[in-house]
Nanobody, 122 residues
C-alpha cells in the first residue's frame, strides 16, 4: 500500500513563502499523478494543484494560480508545493494525494496523506 507523508506546514505571516513536501513510498512513483488539496474549517476540500508523472504537465486551482508552484523529484519520491505571497485565506490543512490520471477531482485520487496544517497570519 502506498504511503504519503506531508511535511513543511506551519505558521507564516501574510506575504511570506512556505514549501510543503510529500514523501511517497513505492517503486513506481514516476507513474503517479500527484495532487495537492486543502480543506479549511467548515469548507469543502479544494483542489490546489496537480502534476503528471514526468512533471511536464501542471494545473492549478484559480485561487492559487500564479502564487503556488507544484514540482516533483522522482529520484526522491517526493512532490513539493512552493507557496508564495501567502494570504490568510490560504489557511487550511493541506493534503497530498495520488491518482492514475490527471484530474482536479478529489474522488479520483486513491491514496492520501494525513495532512499538514498551514496557518497564515494577517
Amino acid at each position: 500500500q502506498v504511503q504519503l507523508v506531508e511535511s513543511g506546514g506551519g505558521l507564516v505571516q501574510a506575504g511570506g513563502p512556505l514549501r510543503l513536501s510529500c514523501a511517497v513510498s513505492g517503486r513506481t512513483f514516476g507513474y503517479y499523478v500527484m495532487g495537492w488539496f486543502r480543506q479549511a474549517p467548515g469548507k469543502e476540500r479544494e483542489f490546489v494543484a496537480t502534476i503528471n508523472g514526468s512533471g511536464g504537465y501542471k494545473d492549478y486551482g484559480e485561487p492559487v494560480r500564479g502564487r503556488f508552484t507544484i514540482s516533483r523529484d522522482n529520484a526522491k519520491n517526493t512532490v513539493y508545493l512552493q507557496m508564495n505571497s501567502l494570504k490568510p485565506e490560504d489557511t487550511a490543512v493541506y493534503y497530498c494525494a495520488k491518482a492514475s490520471i490527471v484530474t482536479t477531482t478529489s474522488s479520483r485520487y486513491d491514496s492520501w496523506g494525513q495532512g499538514t496544517q498551514v496557518t497564515v497570519s494577517s
